[in-house]
């Protein structure tokens, strides 16, 4: 997607990075809370 509006000259190869980095910081966020919540899960399976 971003590669696209850079090749369409939409935005410039620098915001192209910048939101690459920046969904990247997103995704990087929420696979550490969804690895949280499955070790808390884990954890109250392995108690019962």
């Known amino acids: 997607l971003f590669k696209d509006l850079k090749n369409e000259k939409e935005i ?7 939101c690459q980095d920046q969904v990247q910081d997103i995704t990087n966020d929420f696979t550490n809370k969804i690895d949280e919540v499955t070790a808390e899960k884990e954890k109250e399976i392995i108690e019962f």
């Open 12 to 18: 410039s190869e620098d915001e192209m990075y910048k």
